[in-house]
Each structure stands twice: as structure tokens, then as C-alpha cells.
């Protein structure tokens, strides 16, 4: 039996003076720059998941209880979504040629 892929939704946020194709185009070049650095549309929700459960672990350590070998492979996990998710954002408002102040993307699965 096969699994259906995980789903998820791109809204572009905080996001005013945009009509809704320019709106439309941002969140269509963040979801794919966002598929391209996690590896494709079947991997994004599973590396957001990661990536959430790594910070919830970490999210009581020091500084240098997270900075430790032990604690590696969350740092991976994180910096693989944190740099996916830059590229995609710098992807998505680069076209625009202005200052979209604290517009952001969220996604919902």
C-alpha cells in the first residue's frame, strides 16, 4: 500500500501593495526554491516536521550542551530547513524590486 505524499499550503503574509498575481507568483517561486533545497514536493513537510522536532529537543540545552557532538545531527536538520527556507524567501521577493518590509510565508500542512 502506497502513502499519499504530504500536502501543504504556501501564504504569502504582511505582504501590502501586492496584487494578487504578483502575490501569487512569490508564493509560486517560494514553494519551488523550497522544494528544489529540500529535495522535492514530498520532502517538504517531512523536513519541516524534522526541523521542528530538533528545536523542540534543543530548545532547553546551553549553548554549549547544543554546540556538542551529540546534538549534530539537529543542528543538520535545522540548518538544511533554515537554508532551504532563505533561499526560498530570497527566491520568492528578489522579482519584486522593493522592500516588502515583514511580509513572510507560511505553511500549513
Not at 524534522?50 to 554546540?67: F, K, V
Not at 535545522?78 to 528578489?94: F, G, P, S
Amino acid at each position: 500500500m502506497s502513502e499519499k505524499p504530504s500536502s501543504y499550503t504556501v501564504k504569502m503574509v504582511n505582504a501590502t501593495g501586492l496584487s494578487a498575481a504578483e502575490r501569487s507568483a512569490a508564493e509560486l517561486r517560494f514553494r519551488m526554491a523550497l522544494e528544489f533545497g529540500v529535495g522535492g514536493r514530498d520532502d517538504v513537510v517531512p523536513t519541516l516536521q524534522a526541523c521542528m522536532l530538533a528545536r523542540s529537543l534543543m530548545a532547553h540545552l546551553s549553548a554549549e550542551e547544543a554546540a556538542s557532538a551529540d546534538h549534530a545531527a539537529e543542528r543538520e536538520v535545522i540548518a538544511l530547513w533554515e537554508k532551504a527556507e532563505d533561499k526560498a524567501v530570497l527566491t520568492a521577493l528578489k522579482p519584486l524590486n522593493r522592500d516588502m518590509g515583514d511580509a513572510q510565508f507560511e505553511i500549513n500542512t
